[in-house]
């Protein structure tokens, strides 16, 4: 049945997408080995945080620079990705050791598939639920910045005189567009994920209070309240990341070396003629 | 020379710095009603996420809060993996209730790794059952800790965040969020009075897609055209779901988690996997319309290949992270599970084709719906903008 469905995705991503449908399903199946490489090496005992910040280091860049090419756009999206996980690692670990979000909850616990688990893994836990939950935002926070990096270039691109200002309002602005999409994607991702537990919940009768001091709901929550801030956070920080590298190209020379926009840097030239997209 | 220079250097800094002072001040009179709303808002949060850090009166449950913890080794090693078990002896004040201000004497277990148990800390509210009352000092057993005050601050948090970037768009998108979050609990309620989750997951899909996409872009054209889209994109990829089951050996929902009864499992699923992908379908949905009523506001004449060839152009752009943001959304939550499976010296092979099956069915399905809803929004947006023209 899996397989049947995968075989599914395959062909419909190749009759929807061609060309880039295969990249597309190529970087699917890196970013599942990633993921899987990474899980088994926390599960070796190694430290979970930095393992998840290589892991995503690497998903990021296959998403960005594989499939979407090496250039301005995705070159801005990647550092807006790497400076917002930096910005939340810390509020999530500090939220996670207070709130006590590791580890099964009580609904889990009640299931029979815990019965054969050990629980002495000697590894700690916090920082497990913690790159959880950076593992669920990375995806929204891509999408978003690519979103907005890729506006904020082509905004530029028909109109070079604009300042650095001018193009971080523009993109703050298209982010706005993007903005309500992406939470409703979370939330409803979210609600089809966790329906199991809230129909629990209803069968247990537990009451509004008991349900938000929950460890299984606590544990929903903040993995999607992460998602959505990191994909607002990432707004602002994408808008002014990509207009500050479009501004000043020099600086970055050695990133946009392949990028059309920027050709010129490569032999010291002036800025030219913007390439004519249709040839 | 040089002192005259230094001078002048210095006026001119002071020049600069009265100039920038009498900018911002032109900035502050321009925005004063926005700042004053902002600062307003900011005080409602802190005051809302204060309130609620302080109150245990609410709750009827007791709540202790603990003064003092003292930890004890104890000599339990299990499978010789150096998992320790410490026992805590932890005394407190009752927060709430009649037995307000008394003292509480309790116990608790607790081991490094912290998988089935928690450790607790000076400062830590938790609430306390089967309380007897001894000589003046309670005990019990902890039934967990009092959460709701960092539920209340990350959404102050997320409120305060979309608001200052998106401040309009913001507040319909938290509006729309909240709408969603009543219905679904209406929701629950019926469906916990006995309704047929199934109806009661189209009547949801139906009502959240009108809902949010109304919210979210208005009442226009392009919001009447993605609707149509993601109605006809969700029904598409469902049938190609039941016919994929038919003819596959179908799907195993014993496998599914927190089950209750029995009896309506396939129909649960469904349910899921509707909710679970619309959220995505929409998105493609409202970008492929509001980009292809954009190109033919911009160009009336605009030949039909055209429109085609930017509507793929935008799906392809988007296909990508759309089905990654699926991916990590559903599969990050299982990470922790699959970790400690591991660690049970179960194989990921096993645990992939066994123990995880409904996040990559979820997963899976999503995607393809998200795949469906490309060619399935621009033939619509197409029929309703061109459609629109030919009776203008």
Redo the contacts between chains.
């Keep these: 049945?899996?397989i049947?469905?995968?075989v599914?995705?395959a062909t419909?991503?190749y009759a929807?997408?061609?060309e880039?449908?295969i990249?597309?399903f190529l970087?699917?199946c890196w970013?599942?080995a990633v993921?899987?490489l990474s899980?088994?090496m926390?599960?070796w005992g190694w430290e979970p945080i930095t393992i998840t910040f290589l892991s995503c280091l690497l998903i990021c860049s296959a998403?960005l620079f594989y499939?979407?090419g090496r250039n301005a756009k995705t070159f801005s999206a990647f550092w807006s990705v790497i400076l917002i996980l930096v910005i939340l690692i810390l509020p999530a670990y500090l939220?996670g050791l207070?709130?006590?979000i590791?580890?099964?909850n009580?609904?889990?616990?009640r299931?029979d598939?815990i019965m054969?688990?050990?629980?002495?893994?000697?590894?700690?836990?916090?920082k497990?639920?913690v790159?959880?939950?950076i593992?669920?935002?990375?995806?929204?926070a891509?999408?978003t910045s690519?979103?907005i990096s890729?506006a904020v270039y082509e905004v530029f691109r028909n109109n070079r005189q604009l300042s650095l200002g001018e193009l971080f309002r523009s993109g703050?602005h298209i982010?706005?567009?993007v903005?309500?999409?992406?939470?409703?994607?979370?939330?409803?991702?979210?609600?089809?994920?966790s329906?199991?537990?809230?129909?629990?919940f209803?069968?247990y009768h537990y009451s509004f209070?008991?349900l938000?001091?929950?460890?299984a709901f606590?544990?929903?929550?903040?993995?999607i309240?992460f998602?959505?801030?990191a994909c607002?956070?990432v707004?602002?920080l994408s808008a002014a990341v990509t207009s500050c590298i479009l501004k000043r190209p020099e600086k970055f020379k050695r990133f946009l070396d392949e990028d059309e926009l920027f050709l010129y840097l490569k032999d010291n030239g002036q800025p030219g003629q913007i390439p004519d997209r249709d040839k | 020379m040089s002192s005259q220079n230094n001078q002048g250097k210095k006026f001119d800094i002071r020049k600069k710095v009265r100039e920038l002072s009498r900018k911002s001040k032109l900035v502050l009179m321009k925005n004063k009603r926005r700042l004053l709303l902002y600062g307003a808002l900011i005080v409602i949060l802190l005051t809302g996420v204060w309130l609620t850090d302080h109150n245990d009166q609410w709750y009827s449950a007791t709540i202790v809060k603990i003064d003092h913890a003292e930890n004890s080794p104890t000599d339990l090693y299990r499978n010789g993996t150096g998992d320790r078990y410490y026992e805590q002896t932890l005394t407190g004040t009752v927060q709430n209730g009649t037995l307000k201000g008394h003292k509480a004497l309790l116990k608790n277990q607790y081991s490094i790794s912290g998988v089935f148990d928690e450790t607790y800390k000076a400062g830590d509210r938790v609430f306390v059952t089967s309380v007897s009352s001894e000589n003046g000092t309670i005990t019990g057993t902890i039934s967990g800790l009092k959460r709701d005050q960092y539920i209340a601050a990350l959404c102050a948090a997320l409120i305060l965040f979309i608001l200052l970037v998106a401040n309009r768009r913001g507040f319909f998108a938290l509006l729309s969020l909240t709408a969603n979050i009543a219905i679904f609990w209406y929701a629950l309620t019926l469906y916990a009075s006995g309704t047929n989750i199934l109806l009661l997951g189209n009547i949801l899909v139906l009502l959240f897609t009108c809902l949010s996409l109304l919210l979210i872009s208005g009442w226009n054209q392009k919001t009447f055209a993605a609707i149509c889209s993601t109605l006809i994109s969700i029904t598409i990829t469902l049938l190609l779901f039941q016919l994929t089951m038919s003819f596959t050996e179908g799907v195993d929902y014993a496998f599914m988690e927190y089950i209750t009864s029995p009896a309506d499992l396939p129909e649960i699923f469904m349910a899921q996997i509707m909710i679970g992908g619309l959220g995505a379908v929409m998105d493609v949905a409202i970008t492929e319309a509001s980009s292809i009523s954009e190109l033919i506001a911009k160009d009336k004449e605009i030949p039909l290949k055209n429109l085609i060839q930017s509507g793929r152009d935008i799906g392809h752009d988007i296909m990508g992270t759309m089905i990654n943001v699926m991916l990590f959304t559903y599969i990050s939550g299982s990470i922790p599970l699959i970790i400690l499976k591991m660690n049970s010296e179960i194989r990921l092979h096993t645990i992939i084709l066994w123990h995880m099956p409904m996040e990559l069915y979820r997963f899976l399905i999503g995607s393809i719906g998200i795949l469906i809803s490309i060619p399935v929004s621009i033939l619509v947006s197409l029929l309703f903008f061109r459609r629109l023209r030919r009776f203008a």
């Design positions: 049945m899996i049947a469905l995968a599914i995705l419909l991503l929807v997408g061609g880039r449908g990249l597309t970087t699917l970013n599942i993921l899987s899980i088994i926390i599960s998403t499939q979407n939220l207070n709130s006590h590791q580890g099964l009580e609904l889990m616990l299931e598939e054969g688990l050990t629980p002495n893994i000697n590894i700690n836990i916090v497990i639920a790159s959880m939950m593992t669920g935002l990375i995806g929204a891509t999408d690519m979103a890729s703050v982010g706005r567009d903005l309500g999409t992406t939470v409703n994607t979370l939330y409803f991702a979210c609600i089809g994920e329906m199991m537990m809230f129909l629990l209803k069968s209070w008991r938000i001091n929950s460890k606590f544990q929903e929550f903040t993995d309240m998602s959505c801030l607002i956070l707004i602002p």
